[in-house]
T-cell receptor, first 112, second 113 residues
Framework: GQNIDQPTEMTATEGAIVQINCTYQ??????LFWYQQHAGEAPTFLSY????GLEEKGRFSSFLSRSKGYSYLLLKELQMKDSASYLC?????????????FGTGTQLKVEL | DVKVTQSSRYLVKRTGEKVFLECVQD?????MFWYRQDPGLGLRLIYFSYDVKMKEKGDIPEGYSVSREKKERFSLILESASTNQTSMYLC????????????FGEGSWLTVV
């Protein structure tokens, strides 16, 4: 089985930095994704981690520690358009394929 | 350009009806997924498939079945729709290989009355 935990809501100020954490307890871990989802839209890809360490992509960075079952998404220079839900998703190797399971998401609100 | 197409954006069905939600991808992906999304519960995996005619249960398979007769098409079936299946359903596909991202369809909003 799997258990993926994220905070439900976060609020931050425009121009600031925010860190969204994700912890997981799984067997057969095979990678972790972060997705962004605006209300009424499909999720869009932000980052992927399979090895320990930090992956940086513009204003967004993602970190993974496999031994601790922990990841975070770091958003810098926050903009109002970053207000969205951020989804952590874990890939699990199953008997036949790869199961992709999402956490419940973190609703980020960016304020002036 | 990659494309995952869900045949219906908005449906209203009656309790007890059989409902088919169709999903087609044009990227020759091995893996396809069906999720439902409800407020406060996030994306929950119903079923997934890793090859033609191969399927595995996700986290909430009860009340649903799936069909994958062709590689490009993955259908979600509600044998007898109930009001608690009112939700937004998302189809997704992904190529085999750990680093490959998942592509989502636009979503199907199903209301069961």
């Amino acid at each position: 089985g799997q258990n993926i935990d994220q905070p439900t809501e976060m609020t931050a100020t425009e121009g600031a930095i925010v860190q969204i954490n994700c912890t997981y307890q799984t067997s057969g871990f095979n990678g972790l994704f972060w997705y962004q989802q605006h209300a009424g839209e499909a999720p869009t890809f932000l980052s992927y981690n399979v090895l320990d360490g930090l992956e940086e992509k513009g204003r967004f960075s993602s970190f993974l520690s496999r031994s601790k079952g922990y990841s975070y998404l770091l958003l810098k220079e926050l903009q109002m358009k970053d207000s969205a839900s951020y989804l952590c998703a874990v890939i699990l190797q199953t008997g036949g394929g790869n199961k992709l399971t999402f956490g419940t998401g973190t609703q980020l609100k960016v304020e002036l | 350009d990659v494309k995952v197409t869900q045949s219906s954006r908005y449906l209203v069905k009656r309790t007890g009806e059989k409902v088919f939600l169709e999903c087609v991808q044009d990227m020759d992906h091995e893996n396809m997924f069906w999720y439902r999304q409800d407020p406060g519960l996030g994306l929950r995996l119903i079923y997934f498939s890793y090859d033609v005619k191969m399927k595995e249960k996700g986290d909430i398979p009860e009340g649903y079945s799936v069909s994958r007769e062709k590689k490009e098409r993955f259908s979600l079936i509600l044998e007898s729709a109930s009001t608690n299946q009112t939700s937004m359903y998302l189809c997704a596909s992904r190529s085999q290989g750990s680093g490959n991202t998942i592509y989502f369809g636009e979503g199907s909003w199903l209301t069961v009355v």
